[in-house]
Structure formats: C-alpha cells, structure tokens
C-alpha cells in the first residue's frame, strides 16, 4: 500500500467506488453513512443544481454530521458559485462549537481543494494559499472556538493543518509552490505545526501524483 500523508490523515477520503449504479437525489446521497468518505465517482456525477441544493441544506443546523458529506459533494461538483459560501461557513459562528461543526469546518478545506482541482478556481485556490499563514488567521478574528484545542492558536494551527490538505488535493502546481515556500520546516516563519521535511515531501509528491493522474485515478491507487 502506497503510504501517502493525505491517506495517512485523512484515510476516509478514499472511498471513490461507486455506491449505487442507480443516480439518486442529490439531497438522498448526502445523508448516507460514508465510512470511507463521500465516493468521487457518484459525487462528480452531479450538477450545478444539485450544488445550489446543497447549499441551501448547508444552512440548516439540525444535522452537521451530514455538512461534511455535502461539502465534500459541492467540492467535487465545482460549483464556482458556492465558493464563497464555502469561504462563509468556514468564518461563521460564535462561542464554542461542537466537534461535528469543526469536523465540517475542516471538510471544508477539502472542499475548496476539490474545486481548485475540477476547475482550477482562483478564489478558492488563493484562499487555501493565504489560510498557510498564522497572521492571515488572526486578521480575520474568528470568532468561534472548539473545546479540545486550548486556544485560538492551536485552532488556527488546525485549520493550516487542514489548507495545506486542501492545497494537496487540488494537485495544482501553484499549491506545490506555495508549500514548498510556506511550510519548509527551514523556513523561520514556517507555522505549520509539527511540520517536517519528509511530512513536507509526501505532501508536495501527493500533490504531484494528483497533478499526473487525476485526482480520482489517484484516489483509487491509494487504496491497493
């Protein structure tokens, strides 16, 4: 098995087989039990309209567990319209948050890497590079907090964490760049926590293989 960071951090990511051969409603697909993450063969068969859907379900707060499939599924669809409500709900919120809402947070990322790799979307694109920074972090003063990080420091070291997954994923070569400029554990402004050469090295070749093979051929090898 070919043993890849994103796999590493994020082994739910490869569930890319199809799951139904039937096309079900878009509002239907989001509410499954995906326990080897949102599959991107079924995911990418959607549409703009579905995308418009999902957005309007990502304003409901009855059921965060389903907000990381839906994002995960906007991602993938590319809906260039949605990227600035994926941008919203990173920011929104007040006080602390549960650990479903964080987790869709952090999904989001992941969304905004999957569009940059559908589409190349520049606004998407630019935002993950400019989140690898801990002083764009604290210009934009969120104001929410999770219970199991001790400050908003680590939050915000979290959330870099979760923009250079996103950067991978896009397997877009101006994502490498950044990376390699940002996160180098030589580079004395570096903020990626517990950052490390070989960490940096397998992100930097996962985003390379993306960039050859696509992201779902990618995916799929992961997995042998």
Known sequence: MKAYIVAA???FLHGTVAWA?????VEQFVQQAFPHGVPII????YGLADSARLLGL???QDNLEVHSNILETIGHIGDPVATRRVIDYIHRGQGEIS????RAKSNAFLCLGYMVNKTGNPVALNYLVNSLELETWQARKLQWRVAF???DVSRDLQLIRQAAIGLTLSGHPQAASAMKQRLSPSNDDNDFAAASSDMLQQMLRANQ???SQGLQAYMLDAQE
Do not use: G, M, N, T
């Open 58 to 60: 990502l304003k409901l």
């Open 149 to 151: 990080l001790p400050d």
């Open 209 to 211: 293989a993306i960039s």
């Open 9 to 11: 951090w994020l082994c």
């Open 42 to 45: 079924e995911a990418r068969k």
């Open 21 to 25: 051969d039937k096309l079900v409603p």
């Open 99 to 102: 650990a479903a809402a964080f």
